[in-house]
């Protein structure tokens, strides 16, 4: 191994670390007194039930891990947007778990825990997945309420999908293990069936002290919705259960005896580990995000038996497209090349730029995937397109409106994980977070922005500069490398993929060990959704 290598084994394992440190973090939620708490009340937390519930607890993927990371520190902080998102399986079904986490803020809704629960319904709703909802939550956390409570993706939207997804045929089982009140009571009620904990659950429109407040009427909280009262007085809630345990083996119950699904018939055989060992991913991604690797390494190390039947290998080479199985399946793979290479006209590309002639490749490929039934896997690590005069008289833009465009229509899932650089257009056209990717994560090495930290911070620190000269106010040179500093270091920080996933851009962060995992698991839950939607790209500019 070389030294290169080696340094950035090196640095790459120092990334998992911290990664795997902050998420030891973030699943203490709102810390270690605060599950005692939650046991000497006789309950279990969000995560324990989840363990519970699922066949494997190693087997789970979670979803938006590190939504809220680093928010609302004027109040706390919301670790995991107190709620605890994934797909697992429970009694052999593949679901979705929706968790809220008492341990933060009563499991109170902040503006971040309403995105992260409609990602949830969505993940749900596309792969036509049975979802769980494990309720125990104080409601909408009051002070921020005009950011949860009114606009259409808000906390309302919940519950209009509650309506959709029964309409789908998509299965909702809900358990009230703590509070539920107000708006929130209609999630659980909405659902196929409703099970309550006696003595901990309770769900009402309406607390004591608001009942009291409001017509003047002296009741306590167990009376006016505790179990008893809400399975045997008014029907509102199915049964009730003594403990958190015995319910939740009721909803194993439930699933166990669940009828067989249409399959969208995705081809799987047997899966078969690479021949090249994944942990040599390490050593070859560079930490200097400038530097160049060959991507087909890192494919080699992803792919089942690291075969990959490469298309058009000598044609708009810094896209690399080609088909391959992950876990058994069969997946089309478009990844970004970040070799510098030179094309048969004598061009020289840099590597993780979009020429006209890759952008038409990746257009044609993209096509062949959806007329073959085979999903997509986006590898990102991308500079944006081409600029300048040769680009742009070449037709950069319509080239690249002809990827973005047959990948936006595609009818086949896709799937995204973000290995190194994201950055402006070509975001979009690797299937970023706003065309729609049933998955979508990163490694510890992306970064997510519209431009490099570089780039951007040279052209704020030029907008800076003309705007206090417009204003009669000259800055020495000294002043001058300080703001830049400043405002490089300020957008390196949002470039962080940890930024990104605080606010649900990507899915979560992982260890690129877990990569055949994350896609495994998205294509599995995928299966469940038959494609019913014929692929049509539209007016194509050609």
């Given amino acids: 191994m070389d030294i290169d290598f080696n340094k950035n084994d090196d640095q790459m394992r120092q990334l998992i670390f911290q990664l795997n440190t902050r998420l030891k973090k973030v699943k203490l939620g709102g810390g270690e007194k605060k599950i005692e708490s939650q046991h000497k009340k006789g309950k279990l937390t969000a995560r324990e039930r989840i363990d519970y519930l699922i066949d494997n607890p190693e087997d789970f993927l979670e979803v938006g891990a590190f939504a809220g990371d680093g928010m609302y520190s004027d109040v706390g902080g919301c670790p995991s947007g107190g709620v605890v998102t994934g797909i697992g399986t429970v009694s052999g079904r593949k679901c979705m778990i ?79 293990m703590g509070s539920c009140v107000a708006g929130g009571a209609y999630l659980p009620i909405m659902s196929d069936e409703a099970a ?9 429109l309406a607390g004591s002290y608001l009942v009291k407040a409001a017509i003047g009427e002296d009741i306590d909280n167990e009376t006016l919705g505790g179990a008893t009262t809400q399975s045997e007085i008014s029907g509102v809630t199915d049964n009730k259960f003594p403990d958190d345990q015995s319910c939740l083996d009721y909803i194993k119950s439930i699933f166990d005896k669940i009828g067989s699904f249409e399959k969208a018939g995705f081809d ?33 190390r992803i792919a089942d038996n690291s075969e990959f039947e490469e298309y058009k290998e000598k044609y708009g080479q810094t ?15 478009v990844a970004n ?62 080239d690249g409106a002809k990827m973005v465009n047959a990948m936006a229509n595609s009818v086949v899932p896709k799937f995204t994980i973000i290995t190194g650089n994201s950055f402006g257009a070509g975001n979009y056209a690797m299937c970023g977070k706003a065309y729609d990717p049933r998955l979508i994560y990163a490694w510890p090495t992306a970064q997510i922005a519209v431009m490099s930290g570089a780039s951007a911070a040279k052209t704020l620190l030029q907008i800076k500069v003309s705007t206090l000269k417009a204003q009669g106010k000259e800055i020495s040179p000294e002043e001058e490398k300080s703001l830049l500093e400043d405002i490089k270091a300020k957008y390196d920080e949002q470039m962080s993929p940890y930024y990104a996933a605080s606010r649900l851009w990507v899915d979560g962060i992982i260890d690129p060990q877990e990569t055949r995992k994350v896609i495994s698991k998205g294509i599995e839950a995928a299966n469940h959704a038959p494609i019913k939607e014929s692929f049509n790209v539209g007016v194509i500019q050609t």
């Avoid at 503006?111 to 104080?138: C, F, G, H, W």
């Avoid at 808000?154 to 029964?166: E, I, L, P, T, Y």
């Avoid at 942990?279 to 400038?290: H, L, N, S, T």
């Avoid at 840099?350 to 044609?364: E, P, Q, T």
């Fill in 98 to 176: 929706v968790a809220n986490d008492a341990t933060v803020k009563a499991g109170a809704w902040f503006p971040i825990t309403a995105k992260k629960n409609l990602r949830a319904q969505e993940i749900a709703m596309e792969n036509r997945l049975p979802i769980i909802y494990l309720v125990d939550s104080a409601g909408v956390f009051l002070p921020m309420q005009d950011e949860i409570f009114p606009d259409k993706e808000h906390f309302g939207r919940q519950f209009r999908n509650n309506a959709k997804m029964s309409s789908m045929g998509i299965i909702q089982v809900a358990a009230i």
């Fill in 196 to 204: 309550i904990v006696d003595k901990t659950g309770s769900i009402f």
């Fill in 268 to 300: 799987r055989k047997e899966p078969l580990a690479p021949k090249k060992d994944a942990k040599e991913i390490y050593g070859i991604m560079p930490q200097d995000r400038v530097k160049p690797y060959d991507v087909r390494d890192i494919i080699a």
């Fill in 319 to 333: 896209i690399v497209c080609g088909y391959a199985r992950i876990d058994g399946w069969a997946v089309g793979i």
């Fill in 337 to 398: 090349q970040r070799v510098v290479v030179k094309s048969k006209k004598g061009e020289m590309q840099m590597g993780g730029v979009i020429y006209s002639d890759s952008a038409d490749k990746s257009a044609r490929f993209i096509m062949n995937c959806n007329q073959r039934k085979i999903p997509l896997v986006f590898l990102q690590d991308v500079s944006g397109f081409m600029v300048g005069s040769r680009a742009e008289h070449g037709g950069i833009i319509k």
